[in-house]
């Protein structure tokens, strides 16, 4: 539960380290998994993080969470970055729909967006500097 948590205050922007949280999770998974295959035993709190501490040099999950980190951090860097254009493009497009030209400013855009396919040249671009004063 604390990693998808994680995971979504991440991906709507909140401050997380995406490799210190999956670390976390593993170490937290190992106390978990050596609690229940040795369920004959107590452990207490300090032993089962004295055995997460290992996890590097144990490797219980061979290179599944090296691998994961990897492709879980490339994943989400990509998706938040992508919601964060998406976000901006939202409040660009909103910020456009709400600006009133002025008659002649219309008038500009089309001509310099139309004349070409009046005059028979749509592949015709319009000069740069006609369309910076439009």
């Not at 609690?35 to 035993?41: D, V």
Request: aromatic content about 12%; overall charge positive; some cysteine.
């Amino acid at each position: 539960q604390d990693l998808f948590t994680e995971l979504k205050r991440y991906y709507t922007g909140g401050n997380v380290n995406l490799e210190e949280m999956l670390n976390d999770f593993w170490a937290r998974l190992l106390e978990r998994m050596f609690q229940l295959i040795n369920p004959q035993y107590h452990f207490s709190e300090d032993y089962l993080e004295c055995v997460s501490k290992y996890t590097d040099q144990l490797k219980p999950f061979g290179d599944v969470p090296r691998k994961l980190k990897i492709q879980v951090t490339r994943a989400f860097i990509a998706a938040r970055t992508f919601v964060q254009g998406l976000t901006v493009g939202r409040e660009v497009a909103n910020r456009v729909s709400k600006v009133s030209p002025t008659p002649g400013c219309i008038r500009a855009l089309m001509k310099m967006l139309y004349c070409p396919y009046c005059r028979g040249l749509p592949t015709v671009r319009p000069c740069k500097n006609y369309c910076l004063n439009v």
